[in-house]
């Protein structure tokens, strides 16, 4: 998690919870090893860095906000937390592997957090991740761009996510010297909880910075017409499915 967005720790564990459910398949490609040093990167509450220790691995999980830091350090008091930016996140500490889950989307400067991902790795160590992919939640996106300019609002000005190609980010690894052994753009059509509330529960999470400076009644105007726009296409029988593309990589730094 990072920038511009104004994280709650409580609504993203009760109804964003999705987000750490779907990051257990990463933490597959991760296969942790007891006794590695690991950073989880863009923790959030912690659930996926308890797993990752749960395997024997020693894990630091570091997040943008500290919201979230607060709570993951309330939920898993054994382990270690603390408040960084991934663009300029540096350790002493060598990890054996930096984890990434459903955070590097929020960080618009890639070629900076790949850097500091790099220096945080042992040479031989891994980077594994996954994020939003080119043309996530795409549909979403339009509708708040639809909806607010007819406000006089540009939504591109407001968007706070970084959502590449995999030839785009593959690139920029390679440029940094990892060697990328597995890539993946997938298609991952994602069911909200909580019925027809479950449009309004993923903006209220994840898209504050497109209703800076709106009234509550008009940010309330807002989410009804970009549901209205977005229901023909994605509720179907009671519930709301978000057009997510992911993006899943791992990359290697050399010895
Ligand atoms: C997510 O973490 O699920 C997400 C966040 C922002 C935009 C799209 C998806």
């Known amino acids: 998690m990072t920038q511009k967005n104004s994280w709650n720790a409580s609504l993203y564990d009760e109804k964003m919870n999705f987000v750490s459910q779907y990051g257990s398949g990463v933490i597959e490609w991760l296969q942790p090893v007891a006794g590695e040093h690991i950073l989880d990167l863009g923790c959030g509450t912690g659930d996926l860095t308890a797993k990752i220790a749960a395997a024997g691995a020693s894990v630091v999980g570091v997040d943008f906000s500290p919201e979230m830091i607060a709570a993951a350090k309330k939920k898993y008091q054994s382990l270690s937390f603390f408040v960084a930016d991934g663009h300029t996140f ?68 407001r968007n706070p996510w970084y959502f590449p190609s ?53 940010r309330q105007r807002v989410c009804e017409e970009v549901a209205v726009c977005l229901r023909p296409a994605l509720y179907k029988d009671g519930e709301w499915i978000v057009d ?12």
């Open 90 to 157: 540096r350790s002493e500490r060598r990890f054996d592997a930096v984890f990434s889950n459903a955070a590097l989307h929020w960080m618009k400067r890639p070629q900076e957090v790949i850097e500091s991902v790099w220096l945080a790795l042992s040479p031989g160590g891994r980077f594994v991740a996954e994020f939003g992919g080119k043309e996530n939640c795409q549909q979403v996106v339009d509708a708040l761009g639809t909806v607010l300019a007819q406000r006089g609002i540009a939504a591109d000005e």
């Open 244 to 255: 997510y593309k992911r993006i899943r990589i791992i990359a290697q730094k050399p010895h």
């Open 166 to 218: 995999i030839g785009e980010y593959t690139s920029l690894l390679e440029r940094q010297g990892f060697r990328v052994t597995l890539a993946s753009h997938f298609d991952r059509p994602t069911k909200m909880p909580d019925g027809d509330q479950g449009l309004r529960h993923w903006l209220d999470s994840f898209a504050d910075s497109f209703f800076a400076g709106l009234h509550p009644e008009e």
